[in-house]
């Protein structure tokens, strides 16, 4: 867990994702799932769900859970996603707060280095 | 705005409540999101599954056996599977009674959660939700509406588990739409 950054990159966004994570979070917003419901809301096309991003930006601590939890996390959604978006998100360690409390300061990015997603994680040890 | 009179207060004045009272006149469905303002929703039992946390793994693209699998879980700290940090999202939080959200076209701004300690699957959580706080801002597409959602997960011992915030931004456009249909 002293890891000083972990970083994870994704595949390729595809709409069957979108589709098996609105079945599994229950999250049917059809401007993640149907293009021309995206449109109506001035979107050029269906976008990631928030949540599914910061999904993924949790998974980077995946390893560490045998021995420990994330605690907090928090984000900010930055910008869009879209279907074929490679993103990659990083989490780089800031302070170590008492014994066995870690922060990490967690970004995702496209394919073209924009941010879409800024935040932090507080990772504990059990 | 469609109407000339509406339109030149709103130039004038610059205040929102009196163009809200101007188009309400017009008798157009009004949706007043500060009424709700401190309002929970009633609290949902909900109980975690494990087959909708190896779904939800599944779906974020990280399966990892904490989180379904007994066998392995034995042998970590949590001696038994927990669910991914943003699998609190599912729950059922309840209805804030009379609050309407469109149900298409809502952005999602911002999430937090903070944990007192991991959910496991198997658990019976208590969930609900109070609108704290709305913002308003103008932009260049009109008035974007910013809703500040607290959540709640408590044990049946009334301990809290968690607590979410969320950051909801309600465009003019999917506002309009809304109050229209």
Redesign the interface.
């Known amino acids: 867990m002293k890891k000083q950054f972990d970083s994870k990159v994704f595949s390729p966004v595809h709409k069957l994702e979108l589709i098996k994570y609105a079945g599994a979070s229950g999250d049917f917003n059809p401007i993640h799932i149907i293009d021309e419901e995206a449109k109506k809301t001035g979107l050029p096309s269906v976008i990631q769900h928030g949540m599914l991003t910061m999904a993924k930006v949790g998974s980077v601590f995946s390893n560490h859970l045998d021995k420990g939890y994330i605690q907090n996390f928090s984000v900010r959604f930055k910008g869009m996603v879209y279907e074929n978006d490679t993103v990659t998100a990083k989490a780089i360690l800031k302070d170590k707060k008492n014994e066995g409390l870690y922060t990490y300061e967690v970004t995702a990015t496209n394919q073209e280095g924009k941010v879409i997603l800024l935040g932090h994680v507080d990772f504990a040890l059990l | 705005m469609k109407n000339l009179k509406t339109l030149i207060i709103y130039v004038f004045t610059g205040e929102l409540k009196l163009w809200l009272i101007l188009r309400n006149i017009r008798g157009r469905k009004i949706i007043m999101y500060e009424n709700f303002i401190g309002k929970q929703s009633v609290i949902v039992k909900n109980i975690i599954e494990r087959g909708?946390v190896k779904?939800?793994a599944?779906?974020?693209?990280?399966p990892?056996p904490?989180y379904f699998d007994e066998e392995y879980a034995k042998?970590?700290?949590?001696k038994k599977p927990?669910v991914?940090?943003?699998f609190a999202?599912?729950f059922n939080y309840g209805q804030i009674e009379g609050l309407e959200l469109p149900?298409?076209?809502?952005?999602?701004?911002?999430?937090?959660?903070?944990?007192e300690?991991?959910l496991k699957t198997g658990e019976v959580v208590f969930c609900s939700r109070t609108l704290k706080e709305i913002n308003e801002k103008k932009g260049s597409?009109g008035v974007m509406l910013f809703l500040n959602f607290e959540e709640k997960g408590e044990s049946v011992e009334g301990e809290t588990i968690f607590v979410a915030?969320r950051l909801t931004i309600i465009?003019e456009?999917?506002r309009q739409?809304m109050e229209e249909n």
């Open positions: 909708a779904k939800f599944e779906a974020i693209g990280d990892h904490i042998n970590t700290k949590h927990i991914p940090p943003t999202k599912t149900k298409s076209g809502l952005i999602h701004g911002e999430q937090a959660f903070y944990y300690r991991p597409r915030k465009t456009k999917v739409q």
